[in-house]
């Protein structure tokens, strides 16, 4: 079994990957069109809480991804009203959307915690896929279908930013909003828009924690993967295609680094992600010009008829 | 209706908005008191008798509001430079670490052990912070992100360091250090539970920041830097050195905070949850309300202050659970930042002419 090891680094840094690439998908979105939403942390806990939530309640995990899409979008939607209409601080509004979202799914997770999901979303095996050479036992043996869904919505937003007309709006009102304004865009409605489909993702990402990959809910689960999401998001330099590339590495050091846990307490493994978060905003940052990709209006609220 | 920008509020009126802001909180906060089934007005009786009619409790308000005002005020005076800092929790970790490093093997006698366990609290905060400011400066890598990393870092430290090599010889089961020896203890208030060292250093530190800001060169800077970076760069301002001297003093006053909670009430350092009760990240809604001016945090860390020791008697009296404190502060800080509406713009309500 010469290629177990890359079999189980391509398998299991995959399905680590699955959360951060879709909440990191659904951030790519909102920060496209200018909004920084910095409460994906929150949004996520919230949307695995409400995926348990309805997944056990009804039997049915599928109902509990999409309770977790519109508990994410909900939440994303509060975001919104703040930084988009109100025009509040656009960091503050989200860490406070964070806090609310960390505590507000302790207090009401309380009859979850300890109970395990009777029936987690099932586990897809590809047949014939699964028998490519190299990556075919990893990518299409005993994985999530959330993250297929996570794969596809990278390629089909590759394809809606780049090569479609709606792409081309978003990508304008994150760029210049006064200049797609007076080509007659409704920007407070294409961020509104972008910043519920970013809410959308971070749910459902919080749904593969808690109907998935552990089908279960704990308080504060996520553990900052959201954070970590959004780091992904620099580092992809806002290009979903990218953003499956630097999710997947992520993925695949942090499975690595357990391998090392014979030599290594368990205390530092547990703080690997967040050193190379750290690490991976450095090189990217030394790698290429520092603002390379980010929207040129990216955190700064529009209001309509201001001057600069 | 639209919103028309204006210029400077006057401050009563930021003053008198915040202060609806806060009340609007704790209003939404008794509605959801209410929803999760306990009696609303039996929560203000038991708060207002367990709080703010009993002087031990009243000692509780100032306890939480030490560690608040000092990190608070750190933070204040680091997001008036348009530092970022989320990690003031981790400083106050990293600060709490070595405090106790010198408290079990440091050398020292006395009064003059608490001076070297502060001093080496406010060198490690600092420098925890030094580094996400340095790399914001040089690389501008994400400075939100980074602070917030640190965090998890920290956290993972203090876990590592009571389950392994800082575990205590006479704790046999449990994971946190041997208490320190009594010479490492700040003085209580008697009859209470408040380390009055303290509340002396949260008060010192929110006045001496203030004056840095107002009066000191660097606190010039800092309010270029803040306000126009355009012209700080004009003015010769050197901004790599302004933000690590702020974020020095930042996550310096964060790893006080830190020093007083394993000095003041532990007595040694234990799981991360155990030192802080996420002072770090609601001193966040501290600097927020205080609107970034040092010397107001002094009165809203006391506000949250309040929050926190009133969940603590309300978890007892009324069995709701810790996380309500979270929510209410959660709460606080969103109405906070809708309150920046009448703050910053005129409502018209005229519609708008071409």
Do not use: C
């Amino acid at each position: 079994m010469a290629e177990s090891w890359w079999v189980s680094t391509l398998a299991r840094g995959l399905a680590f990957s699955a959360p951060l690439l879709l909440a990191a998908l659904g951030e790519l979105v909102a920060e496209r069109s200018g909004v920084i939403n910095l409460g994906v942390e929150g949004m996520m806990i919230l949307g695995a809480l409400a995926g348990f939530a309805a997944a056990d309640a009804s039997g049915d995990p599928w109902l509990g991804v999409l309770a977790a899409a519109a508990a994410g979008t909900l939440a994303a939607l509060v975001h919104a009203f703040f930084s988009i209409t109100l025009r509040a601080n656009t960091y503050v509004s989200g860490l406070a959307l964070t806090m609310v979202g960390l505590g507000l799914s302790g207090l009401l997770g309380k009859p979850f915690a300890g109970r395990p999901l009777a029936h987690p979303l099932p586990k897809l095996d590809i047949p014939g896929l699964s028998a490519i050479p190299w990556l075919g036992p990893g990518l299409f043996r005993g994985q999530s279908a959330l993250l297929y869904l996570g794969l596809l919505a990278a390629l089909l937003l590759w394809y809606f930013l780049y090569r479609t007309r709606g792409g081309i709006t978003l990508r304008s009102v994150g760029e210049n909003p006064a200049a797609a304004d007076a080509l007659g865009v409704n920007v407070y409605r294409v961020r509104y828009l972008a910043t519920a489909f970013g809410g959308a993702m971070a749910g459902v990402a919080g749904a593969y924690l808690s109907v998935d990959y552990r089908p279960s809910w704990t308080e504060g689960m996520t553990a900052g993967m959201g954070w970590i999401a959004l780091a992904i998001v620099i580092f992809a330099a806002w290009d979903p295609l990218r953003a499956v590339l630097a999710a997947f590495l992520f993925g695949a050091f942090y499975h690595l680094a357990y391998r090392f846990q014979a030599y290594l307490a368990p205390e530092f493994l547990k703080m690997t992600p967040y050193l190379f978060t750290v690490l991976f905003l450095v090189l990217s940052a030394l790698g290429k010009s520092v603002r390379l990709g980010a929207p040129e209006a990216l955190g700064r609220p529009y209001l309509r008829g201001e001057r600069e | 209706m639209r919103l028309v920008p204006r210029g400077e509020a006057p401050a009563l009126f930021v003053a008198a908005v915040s202060l609806l802001a806060v009340l609007l909180a704790f209003a939404a906060s008794l509605v959801l008191l209410a929803l999760y089934g306990a009696s609303p007005w039996e929560a203000i009786a038991v708060v207002y008798r367990g709080v703010l009619a009993d002087p031990r409790g009243f000692a509780e308000v100032l306890r939480r509001a030490v560690p608040l005002t000092l990190a608070g005020a750190g933070l204040a005076l680091a997001f008036r430079a348009q530092f970022w800092n989320i990690g003031a929790e981790g400083q106050l970790l990293v600060g709490a670490v070595a405090a106790s490093g010198v408290a079990l093997f440091g050398p020292g006698e006395g009064v003059a052990k608490l001076v070297l366990m502060a001093a080496v609290a406010f060198v490690a905060g600092g420098l925890w912070a030094m580094v996400p400011a340095y790399l914001k400066a040089r690389l501008a890598v994400n400075d939100v992100i980074t602070t917030l990393m640190f965090n998890y870092v920290a956290i993972y430290l203090v876990e590592w360091l009571i389950h392994g090599p800082w575990k205590g010889k006479s704790v046999f089961g449990f994971a946190y250090t041997d208490r320190f020896p009594a010479s490492a203890w700040l003085p209580l208030w008697p009859g209470t539970g408040l380390a009055w060292p303290g509340l002396v250093m949260a008060v010192v530190a929110a006045a001496l920041l203030a004056w840095l800001l107002g009066a000191t060169k660097l606190g010039f800077e800092v309010r270029v830097v803040g306000e126009n970076p355009e012209a700080a760069r004009y003015a010769g301002v050197r901004a790599l050195s302004t933000l690590l001297q702020v974020a020095l003093l930042s996550g310096g006053v964060a790893g006080l905070a830190g020093f007083v909670e394993v000095a003041g009430t532990h007595h040694r350092l234990l799981a991360p949850l155990q030192i802080s009760l996420g002072y770090g990240y609601t001193a966040i809604i501290v600097a927020w309300l205080g609107r970034n001016r040092p010397l107001a945090t002094l009165l809203t860390g006391l506000l949250i202050g309040f929050v926190f020791a009133a969940g603590d008697v309300a978890k007892v009296a009324l069995a709701t659970p810790f996380q309500l404190v979270q929510v209410v502060n959660g709460l606080i800080l969103f109405f906070l930042i809708a309150a920046e509406v009448p703050i910053r713009y005129r409502v018209v309500w005229r519609p708008e002419r071409g």
